[in-house]
């Protein structure tokens, strides 16, 4: 591990084996079976959160694929698993690396760009000039479209990685300073922590319904 402030997104936990990413499987494995059989709350609340991204993703894609939006939900079930168990101590929280964000966002970005390019070459190029440009402008306003084509992966998996870092690293930079300070504002600093736990946790759900939005708005341009 390294002694500094970025070692809490170090997921190493000895020199030679690395057991911090099967922290993965903690959400699949600690569900007791009654919750997949059963009507519990839990499945009701499951439940909920699906008929929601369902509505949501009926009126972000064009076409009603159901492959899609069986893609698209599996995404944001998989951030959101990957962002709330980062908030339980001694987990390593995978998404604050871009060694998983980024192969996410290049697995979406180069699917949709070999299915649009192979299969709608025309509309593909029609999405490089805007509507209604001025002839000289075509060039220019081609190249800038091809530039923000490329950076789209990039900026996904940094928006996400940079949001989940930045609470981590404010509670460890609060949590730090705990043992020099004394029983009132020990009091205080734990109710802070508290608040921007909860913040962390809408945090959490809301990159996942962003890096989820955005990948559907992306897939409507093919």
């Not at 499987?25 to 709350?41: A, G, L, T, V, Y």
């Not at 839990?42 to 076409?63: A, D, P, V």
């Not at 690293?169 to 921007?196: A, D, E, P, R, Y």
Request: proline share 5%.
């Amino acid at each position: 591990m390294l002694m500094n402030l970025f070692s809490i997104f170090d997921p190493n936990t000895s020199l030679f084996l690395s057991l911090n990413w099967l922290s993965l499987i903690i959400p699949i494995i600690s569900f007791p079976k009654m919750f997949w059989f059963k009507n519990s709350k839990f499945m009701s609340l499951i439940m909920l959160i699906i008929q929601f991204i369902y509505i949501e993703l009926s009126s972000l894609l064009k076409t009603s694929n159901k492959m899609n939006m069986f893609m698209m939900m599996t995404i944001f079930y998989m951030i959101l698993m990957m962002n709330f168990i980062g908030l339980f101590p001694f987990i390593f929280t995978p998404t604050t690396h871009l060694s998983i964000t980024m192969p996410i966002a290049l697995t979406l970005w180069f699917s949709m760009m070999i299915y649009g390019w192979l299969t709608k070459t025309n509309s593909m190029f029609t999405h490089l000039v805007p509507q209604n440009t001025p002839s000289i402008l075509m060039p220019f306003m081609i190249l800038i479209e091809t530039i923000s084509n490329l950076i789209r992966p990039l900026t996904l998996s940094i928006r996400l990685s940079a949001n989940m870092i930045a609470g981590h690293m404010l509670l460890c930079l609060l949590g730090s300073t705990g043992s020099s300070l004394n029983i009132l504002f020990l009091m205080l600093m734990l109710m802070i922590q508290l608040i921007l736990m909860m913040l962390e946790l809408s945090v959490s759900i809301i990159q996942s319904y962003v890096f989820m939005t955005l990948s559907s708005l992306y897939s409507n341009e093919i």
